[in-house]
């Protein structure tokens, strides 16, 4: 997969992946479901030193994890559009909404996280990894 690029709703906030992403993950978390407003979040894992970002980010500072340390959620100071979520418990690796990519038909999930807390209705693809909480 060569770079992907993408952006926010208004185009204040476009961004550039310049790697391979590491993972494409749904998360069915409560927090990533409010992030997203929908049942889950497909999320693409990449290196944080491989996204290039250009526009003015706003920061929400996320106390409630699982490892007690905050996960920054960013998004579009302009239209809000989340884009990414940089963890302190994963300092370098970066989070980015794929429904914000250019092209995210390319972006197919490979693993479901959280599903201890996904909605009796979603139904995860057989044979696809799944965790109950994070991957240890």
Known sequence: ???IEGGCNCGAVRYRLTSAPMAV???HCANC???SGSAFSVNVVVRDDAMHVSGDLTTWEDPDTESGQPVLRQFCANCGSPIRSLSA???KVAIVKAGTADDPGQLT???HV???SALPWVEIPAGLP???RNPG
């Open 1 to 3: 997969m060569s770079e």
């Open 114 to 116: 959280w599903t201890s």
């Open 89 to 91: 418990a994963s300092p």
């Open 130 to 132: 799944r965790f109950p």
């Open 33 to 35: 479901r409010r992030q």
């Open 109 to 111: 999930p490979a693993i």
């Open 25 to 27: 993950a749904v998360c």
